[in-house]
């Protein structure tokens, strides 16, 4: 069986000069970073630059930010602080140390947070269910604290553990003072030099970890109301995207003076038919990609709540209505064989597959580089990369997939 060569010869020699530096192969993956990152036709997402420090939108499953302003920039992120609680939270279930069930004695210190939203008292027992839901739909501060206490002990050895658990995630912007969000005021009332401060793609992959590993949450943050049934209080989410986009599922809002308005949105959205046709050749054997895409929209620092929720409705809506699902490459299709020391049963392989919601005025192209050690000397025994396939746009990078070495499948 032989494959046709799929090299972009025109791609190849517009590239050149990036093709020595893409030959080191030294990570598994590349990535380019830039404080404003622009698809070719974004209209009116540059106007909202005015009104928020941070913003940017981006496929959930980490391929690529469709459009990104200050995403590197660490700022105050309010009550998206409660994001890294509920992960220690969650991680804390998953061992077996807690329980939804558990019953949660309430401090005087959780009753000292601002914003009593679940009318709590002290000495009070709630169980984690209840304060987990408080936390995620109305954002109760004092059940953030209370669930840290129950864990750690106390609020501050509960931060340690989430500075722990950041950097473990390899996170590069975060700083955590408290579980709640709040702002720190020193004696006389004045902000403190150190708050909960994260930068917007550092809050993406946050974000993605959570979706990734406890997709159920989403039973929770996609709730536009919840009863706190042992006092019949109901508690509308303070996500009010909720009631106006039916694809948004969550995530999390916040807000306080000192950070702004805030919101990470997500949203699965259907494309509809993905576009095979980016490589040639091959792309009858694309038709099992879902036609359903999860995307995110992060707000940092927003003027107003109103143009909080304007930022991540136009984000929403701009990836639902100017994308198009793009089918990039699929794991068990073939990129291309050659002769070159390839046993006839074996072929080459991206590493994974991969779909993006890109521009519809975008023209993706690409070009494979390979490993020349590897076409020196070709090792069949393992799955390391050989090379990779690069996706384009004119000049502007996309991602980089690894290829390696597989046995192919017969058909």
């Known amino acids: 069986m032989t494959f046709k060569f799929l090299f972009k010869k025109t791609m190849i020699q517009k590239y050149a000069p990036l093709l020595i530096a893409f030959s080191l192969l030294s990570s598994p993956m590349l990535a380019f970073g830039s404080e404003i990152i622009k698809p070719k036709d974004v209209g009116n997402l540059y106007d909202l630059t005015h009104f928020s420090e941070a913003f940017m939108l981006s496929d ?40 939804l069930t558990d019953l949660v004695t309430i401090s005087n210190h959780a009753l000292s947070q601002d914003g009593n939203g679940l009318k709590l008292y002290a000495g009070e027992q709630v169980s984690v269910d209840d304060l987990l839901h408080g936390m995620l739909i109305c954002s109760s501060n004092d059940a953030a604290v209370a669930l840290a206490e129950h864990i750690a002990g106390s609020e501050s050895s509960f931060v340690t553990l989430m500075n722990q658990k950041s950097k473990s995630l390899g996170f590069n912007s975060v700083s955590f003072v408290n579980a709640s969000g709040l702002t720190q005021y020193d004696s006389s ?41 042992s006092k019949q209080i109901i508690k509308k989410n303070t996500n009010s995207l909720l009631e106006t986009i039916p694809e948004v599922n969550g995530f999390k809002t916040g807000f306080t003076n000192y950070a702004g308005y805030c919101q990470v949105t997500t949203a699965t959205l259907d494309f509809g038919k993905a576009d095979t046709t980016i490589i040639d050749d091959i792309t009858h054997q694309f038709n099992t990609f879902s036609s359903k895409k999860k995307v995110v929209s992060i707000v940092l620092g927003a003027s107003s709540k109103y143009r909080k929720n304007n930022i991540s409705t136009t984000l929403i809506q701009y990836a639902k209505e100017q994308c198009l699902l793009y089918a990039l490459c699929k794991e068990d299709v073939p990129i291309f064989t050659t002769d070159i020391e390839l046993p006839e049963n074996y072929g080459i392989f991206p590493s994974d597959s991969i779909s993006i919601p890109y521009p519809k005025s975008g023209n993706i192209e690409y070009t494979i580089i390979l490993n020349p050690l590897w076409k020196i000397s070709p090792d069949l025994t393992t799955l390391l990369p050989v090379g990779k396939i690069v996706f384009f746009d004119d000049t502007e990078y996309l991602l980089g997939v690894d290829l390696i070495i597989k046995e192919l499948s017969p058909y």
């Open 189 to 229: 009332k004045n902000a403190l030099l150190k708050q909960n401060m994260m930068n917007s793609a550092d809050l993406l992959k946050l974000t993605q970890y959570l979706l990734d590993k406890y997709p159920e949450i989403t039973d929770i943050t996609n709730l536009e109301s919840w009863t706190l049934n």
């Open 60 to 99: 959930l499953d980490g391929y690529y930010d469709i459009f990104a302003y200050n995403a590197s920039k660490p700022l105050g992120i309010a009550s998206l602080t409660k994001l890294m609680t509920l992960s220690i939270i969650l991680d804390e279930i998953e061992k077996g140390h807690l329980a």
